[in-house]
């Protein structure tokens, strides 16, 4: 459900997103629609798949990442550690192949290429990240370091 409609198009829109991909193209409908910024006309129509949702949560011990993959095997999909403490999740869903004598009614499903990329804290362990995929879901676990807790001394007083 969006929380603000978009009065320019009939698409959502997600306003706490602000690497959201879901573009408005003052132009669309026109002779001049076909990009906005940069996008060609079939990068949007897999906004759905660039716009993988992820959730990231922070817990004493780690930082985990959960996206929902469904339908995509774990060799479709790209974890990768960058420099500079950011973690990259990409993979690519690819398009269902047409039969010529199939009769399509609808498509909603998207294909393409997704990208999502996150900079991590200075705390992060990014030698020890792991990952599994199990029903469509991918897990990303990035442990913390251990936060030292300053060594205190007790003074005796005298007097």
Same mark, same amino acid.
């Given at each position: 459900?969006?929380?603000? $409609?978009?009065?320019?198009? /009939?698409?959502? +829109?997600?306003?706490?997103?602000?690497?959201?991909?879901?573009?408005?193209? $003052?132009?669309? /409908?026109?002779?001049?629609?076909?990009? @906005?910024?940069? *996008? +060609?006309? +079939?990068?949007?129509?897999? &906004? =759905?798949?660039?716009?993988?949702?992820?959730?990231?949560?922070?817990?004493?011990? =780690?930082?985990?990442? #959960?996206?929902?993959?469904?339908?995509? #095997?774990?060799?479709?999909?790209?974890?990768? @550690?960058?420099?500079?403490?950011?973690? *990259?999740? &990409? /993979?690519?869903?690819?398009?269902?192949?047409?039969?010529?004598?199939?009769?399509?009614?609808?498509?909603?499903? &998207?294909?393409?290429?997704?990208?999502?990329?996150?900079?991590?804290?200075?705390? =992060?362990?990014?030698? *020890?990240?792991?990952? =599994?995929?199990?029903?469509?879901?991918?897990? @990303?676990?990035?442990?913390?370091?251990?936060?030292?807790?300053?060594?205190? #001394? &007790?003074?005796?007083?005298?007097?």
């Amino acid at each position: 459900m969006a929380l603000i $409609p978009s009065f320019f198009t /009939g698409r959502r +829109s997600n306003v706490f997103d602000p690497f959201s991909l879901d573009l408005w193209d $003052p132009f669309e /409908g026109s002779p001049f629609s076909g990009t @906005v910024a940069g *996008q +060609s006309a +079939s990068a949007r129509e897999t &906004s =759905a798949v660039a716009n993988t949702r992820i959730d990231w949560r922070e817990t004493p011990e =780690a930082h985990v990442f #959960k996206a929902d993959l469904p339908g995509l #095997k774990k060799e479709e999909v790209k974890v990768e @550690v960058e420099e500079g403490r950011v973690l *990259q999740i &990409s /993979g690519e869903r690819s398009r269902e192949n047409e039969e010529k004598t199939d009769t399509w009614h609808r498509v909603e499903r &998207s294909s393409g290429k997704f990208l999502r990329r996150f900079r991590l804290p200075e705390n =992060a362990k990014m030698e *020890q990240v792991k990952a =599994a995929m199990e029903n469509g879901v991918l897990t @990303v676990v990035v442990p913390k370091e251990e936060v030292k807790k300053p060594e205190v #001394k &007790s003074i005796d007083i005298s007097g």
